[in-house]
C-alpha cells in the first residue's frame, strides 16, 4: 500500500525531525548543559531521550561530539556522533531513533558507518579504536545496545566503498 508522495514525504521529514531533537537533547545531555534552553521539546522526543538516558551513563569520557572526519585513505568523510569511552574501551558512539525495535540483521549499515567513521579518526588522530557501539530508542521507549567489533566489518566497508566509487565513475562516462 503505498502512502502517498505528501504524506510519504512529511513522515519522513517528522522522523528526522524527532531524530534531529533527540540527538540535541543527548548532546546538551552529555555537555552537562540545560537540556530545555527556551525550547519545548515534544513529549516523544522526551520520552526517546529519557529510554536512553541510562545507556548514556554508561559514557564514561566524552573524547568528542558531532566530530567532522575524513579519511584520505578510503576517500570518505563524515560527522560522528560521539567518540570516548563507553564500558570501558575507548569506542566509536552513534545514536539512532527508530519507528520500531530493530535487530541485528538490520543495521549493517550503521555498523559499515561506524568502521568508516573509526577509519577516519584514526587515521586522523593516530588512535587505534576498534568498538563501536550504537545506542537506539525506538517506538514505545525501549532502549537497544548493539556492541560492534569495528575490525570485523572493514573488508566489507572497503567493498562498499569501491563498489560506490566504481558506479560514480560508470555514471560520468
Known amino acids: 500500500m503505498s502512502l502517498g508522495k505528501d504524506v510519504a514525504q512529511k513522515k ?4 528526522a525531525d524527532h531524530g534531529t531533537a533527540v540527538h540535541l537533547m543527548i548532546e546538551r545531555y552529555l555537555k ?10 515534544p513529549s516523544t522526543v522526551v520520552s526517546a531521550f529519557n529510554a536512553l538516558k541510562m545507556k548514556l551513563n554508561s559514557i564514561e569520557e566524552v573524547w568528542g561530539q558531532e566530530v567532522a572526519l575524513y579519511s ?12 570516548g569511552v563507553y564500558k570501558g574501551k575507548p569506542c566509536i558512539i552513534d545514536f539512532k531513533t527508530s519507528g520500531r ?3 541485528e540483521k538490520d543495521i549493517e549499515d550503521y555498523r559499515l558507518q561506524l568502521t568508516a567513521y573509526s577509519i577516519m579518526h584514526n587515521e586522523l588522530f593516530g588512535t587505534d579504536i576498534a568498538d ?7 517506538d ?5 545496545e548493539f556492541r ?4 570485523d566489518y572493514v573488508d566489507k566497508l572497503v567493498e562498499r566503498v569501491d563498489l560506490f566509487y566504481e558506479r560514480l565513475e560508470a555514471e560520468i562516462a
Open 72 to 83: 584520505d585513505l578510503i576517500e570518505v568523510a563524515g560527522r560522528c556522533d560521539c567518540i
Open 32 to 41: 552537562k548543559e540545560e537540556l530545555d534552553q527556551g525550547e519545548k521539546f
Open 132 to 138: 563501536g557501539v550504537i545506542l537506539m530508542t525506538s
Open 101 to 103: 525495535l530493530k535487530g
Open 12 to 15: 519522513t521529514q517528522d522522523a
Open 140 to 144: 514505545g521507549g525501549f532502549p537497544q
Open 148 to 151: 560492534v567489533n569495528l575490525l
